[in-house]
């Protein structure tokens, strides 16, 4: 009996498709096929793009939780915030003491430096010309430099002039620095 019924709707099918003509039965094919290419595609798209949705929103929530850059100072705001960072001219030995302590650390002979105040024109700070031989060896001497640049935020680095000793790996340096120093006020 549902063999019957199947042969019956079969039957039907094959009367109406000999029924239509031909535009009507490649508008049912391309039918199928939109369907089809609705599922395959389309569909998946679809939900990649809520996805994609959802991904975005929550950037977006993250973005509006940091704190926002701050507007660009005036310079004169940056310039008086740099004198203010400076050390104050009364540490002076104090850069003195960590220069020679570095220089310890990092297995460095040091003898004897030159200190000496310097004028500056703007008469907001005050300079100290550092001039220090020593002798080690390259590596010696690169970490002493990257350690007291690191640690004193007013000290500059002028210039450095290498002398090698013999045919060994020590060097004899001279290393020329600048401390600026805040004024006190």
């Not at 290419?37 to 973005?63: D, G, H, K």
């Amino acid at each position: 009996m549902a063999s019957d019924a199947g042969q019956a709707l079969n039957w039907r099918l094959r009367h109406f498709a000999r029924s239509l003509d031909w535009v009507a039965l490649t508008g049912i094919v391309l039918g199928l096929l939109a369907v089809g290419l609705y599922f395959s595609s389309v569909r998946p798209l679809e939900s990649r793009r809520l996805a994609l949705n959802n991904r975005v929103a929550q950037l977006q929530a993250r973005a509006d939780s940091q704190p926002k850059a701050a507007k660009p100072r005036q310079p004169q705001s940056q310039l008086a915030e740099f004198y203010e960072r400076l050390p104050d001219a009364r540490h002076a030995p104090e850069i003195a003491s960590r220069l020679h302590g570095h220089a310890q650390n990092a297995g460095l002979r040091l003898e004897r430096g030159e200190y000496r105040p310097l004028a500056d024109a703007s008469g907001k700070m005050e300079r100290y010309q550092i001039v220090l031989p020593v002798e080690g060896t390259y590596p010696q001497m690169r970490q002493f430099l990257f350690a007291a640049l690191l640690d004193m935020p007013g000290l500059a680095l002028d210039g450095i002039n290498f002398r090698r000793q013999g045919d060994g790996a020590r060097l004899q340096a001279e290393l020329r620095f600048t401390a600026f120093l805040r004024r006190p006020a």
